[in-house]
């Protein structure tokens, strides 16, 4: 039997080779959700039966232009202001995230951008980077270690390439290590009373590391104080912020005794200064261009960047042409997007061409006033075939899906292409976690 199914269809993009399920339906559900269990992951009754595979060409240019378009975001964060308390006013911050700073400004600023992954669909000229989610709690790293363990025992390594998430990510602390002259011991910071995760989630990248030879610990934040409140030795000045603000004080959780951690000098990746690059208006910034762009960068944002603008009552660019922003949004609905500048799994996005044109009017004009928003254009994003095990069906069998594919970027190293989409080959707002689960897999490339 073949081992790659050729297909017709399809956007070229993602090739026209698809790996065969190695195994019978029932056999992938149960290695797939061995190894998530007990992490928090949701049920899923559609999943993949092989990983989704993709040129080695269509591979290389995604995390290419991923880490250009960081290096680009990192700046255009960082030049909105000279400091950090200027910053807070310029993206109006809420006053829950003007904590957890370290007290070395070089360092919280150097190391904003190390752990990163966009968010990408396949528009009709190929990859478009719809945003930007900069942040040590983004999702996707344990999901695509664990969905790649299990495609390795299934069909082996000589097929395809991918590297390990833990794997390059325990690489980019051994690099922090060694350029601030620290011992590479890693604390890794976050809690199993936040809605949807457990302690297996933290640990699992934890015994990775101490099984390849780099020292880590999963903390909860009350036994923080045991990462630098002991012997020399035995701190851990290094570590992965893998929480967000916003979920601890949801769950109840003090972030204070992660503030004495910084401020006795470890350094959580990515640092508080993330939260600017992880806000849209950054990306807004960007499409919209900034004085110290080359005209290689502007070819570069313009090419794969949709077309963003900060949402407000004034004037800027389309096409070359001056408009007045607000009245071309309103009269545009079907082709635009609203987005909150702060926002998790698609819950703060407004997709008008879904949206009644009076409750439009009334988002666009609620968000213009208070210009903490984007408005971005809609990009119909491109299918592959791939095939799929659903519940109480004997066979997988092939759907054509719209994936959003999520390139992970530790110290700006590709690290694995985590993806998710609909199952039944729908689009619109896709999250894992929400009203309606979405499927997940990583895509390989194909040697």
């Avoid at 989610?133 to 495609?151: K, P, Y």
């Amino acid at each position: 039997m073949n081992t790659f199914a050729e297909f017709d269809g399809g956007h070229p993009w993602f090739g026209r080779h698809q790996l065969r399920p190695a195994a019978p339906a029932g056999t992938i559900q149960r290695m797939l959700r061995h190894e998530l269990r007990d992490t928090g992951w949701p049920y899923q009754p559609i999943m993949p039966a092989a990983p989704m595979t993709i040129p080695r060409s269509s591979y290389a240019e995604l995390f290419r232009v991923s880490v250009a378009l960081l290096e680009l975001v990192h700046r255009t964060a960082l030049e909105s202001a000279e400091e950090t308390r200027q910053r807070l006013r310029v993206y109006r911050m809420p006053a829950t995230e003007d904590r957890l700073w370290m007290r070395d400004a070089w360092l919280e600023e150097r190391y904003a951008d190390s752990v990163a992954r966009p968010d990408v669909v396949i528009g009709p000229d190929g990859p478009q980077f719809l945003e930007f989610n900069v942040s040590g709690a983004i999702g996707g790293v344990v999901e695509t270690q664990s969905r790649l363990e299990t495609w390795r025992r299934l069909h082996g390594d000589g097929l395809y390439t991918s590297p390990s998430p833990f794997a390059v990510r325990a690489g980019m602390f051994r690099t922090i290590g060694a350029d601030l002259d620290v011992a590479p011991r890693v604390a890794i910071v976050g809690s199993a009373r936040v809605a949807g995760v457990e302690s297996r989630y933290f640990e699992l990248e934890a015994e990775h590391y101490n099984s390849h030879g780099l020292t880590a610990r999963f903390f909860e934040p009350e036994d923080l104080h045991e990462a630098w409140d002991v012997a020399p030795h035995l701190r851990y000045p290094i570590g992965l912020r893998d929480f967000t603000i916003a979920d601890w004080l949801d769950a109840g959780l003090d972030t204070g005794a992660v503030q004495e951690a910084v401020d006795h000098g470890c350094l959580l990746v990515g640092t508080q200064t993330s939260a600017f690059l992880h806000h849209k208006l950054t990306l807004g910034r960007l499409s919209e261009g900034r004085p110290w762009m080359s005209a290689a960068d502007r070819r570069l944002v313009d090419r794969y960047v949709p077309w963003t603008r900060i949402l407000a009552d004034r004037k800027t660019d389309r096409d070359g042409r001056p408009i007045d922003l607000l009245p071309f949004v309103l009269a545009r609905r079907e082709h635009l997007v609203l987005k909150a500048g702060i926002g998790e799994s698609g819950l703060q996005v407004v997709l008008g061409r879904d949206t009644t044109s009076t409750d439009w009017e009334a988002a666009v004009r609620t968000a213009a006033a208070e210009e903490t928003s984007i408005v971005q254009d809609f990009v119909e994003p491109g299918t592959c075939r791939v095939p799929l095990v659903i519940d109480d069906d004997a066979d997988p069998r092939d759907v054509d899906v719209a994936p959003v594919l999520g390139p992970l970027l530790f110290g700006r190293r590709p690290a694995g292409l985590f993806c998710r989409f609909y199952g039944d080959g729908s689009t619109g707002i896709i999250s894992v976690r929400g009203r309606i689960p979405s499927s997940d897999n990583v895509a390989v490339a194909i040697r």
